[in-house]
DNA sequence: GTTACTGCAAAGTCTTTGCATGCGG
DNA sequence: CCGCATGCAAAGACTTTGCAGTAAC
């Protein structure tokens, strides 16, 4: 192998688009919408259209290069993480966290023992309220309360 | 408390129309989308709009008489059971099967020290291949192993 | 020359919303 | 009467697709 970011199959690999799509995800530290992935790669490279960065995402995605996250009906976010995670969403602000349990991996095998399913991936997320929300609840229920 | 299925508020709680919707989840093994729901309803209240099963889910998720499930970017389902369960979700025919692990839950704890986060609720799926599907690749490989 | 990616616009899927109507308290 | 839920249609958010042009092999 050469580069590391190689990919074969009939297609043409990582096109000048696709490595803009690549590299915005890469050097977010946050987890983009496909939507602010637009937007910065527009910046560097603004011919780009929305359907090639859909179309880039996928492919990336199928290359093993990028990962999506789903929550809900909104929109999905590209994550350069590609390993196993596990994540923590705010549920007042929407902010997500990465972190790894070893443990989750260990719950594949137990959950795939339960369902009979052949395991292929296991996805744990933990909602609740981040560092930051949960602060500003604090100071604002400790102001209420002094009425 | 009184009937087990009320909720206060100003609202006027159980309508005609939610005890349809909640009716149709409740009777239902599946896990529904809004679409089948509607069409369910539908054949129960001929009258029913799309916005009202919407509105209803709304209410009743939030009244935590059902439970909304999202995976991917595709349609949400809804589940009867309320209960803390994990899911999981095969990844060539789509079905979905509840079941429940203690280690999750104990899992929670854990995920919250990691992430500091105020823990709330925590989510498991595992992403394979459902028996049925499963046998249905084997049956397949075997004959073409035999070419 | 064939294959496949780009870029544009249009369409598609799922969900929410504005508004007039009408029932229930 | 007033408030809230309903029902209709329209809008909204997000994603995918059809197609012509073009670059790569």
């Known amino acids: 192998m050469s580069s ?7 297609g043409r690999a ?4 696709r490595e803009v799509v690549l590299r915005v995800v890469r050097e977010s530290a946050e987890h983009l919408t496909a939507a602010e992935i637009y937007a910065a790669a527009r910046r560097i490279r603004p011919s780009l259209s929305y359907a090639t960065v859909y179309n880039s995402l996928r492919y990336l995605k199928e290359a093993g290069l990028v990962r999506e996250i789903t929550f809900g009906n909104g929109a999905s976010r590209y994550d350069r993480e590609t390993a196993r995670h596990d994540h923590a969403l705010c549920t007042r602000c929407g ?4 972190f790894d349990l070893a443990e989750t991996a260990a719950l594949m095998r137990l ?3 339960r369902s009979r399913f052949k395991p292929e991936s296991i996805h744990l997320t933990l909602m609740g309220v981040c560092p930051a929300c949960s ?7 400790r102001r209420k309360g002094a009425r």
């Open 4 to 10: 590391g970011t190689e990919i074969q199959g009939g």
């Open 14 to 17: 990582l096109t000048p688009q």
């Open 95 to 98: 902010a997500l966290l990465d």
């Open 135 to 141: 602060a500003a609840e604090q100071r604002r229920t």
């Open 111 to 113: 959950a795939a023992r």
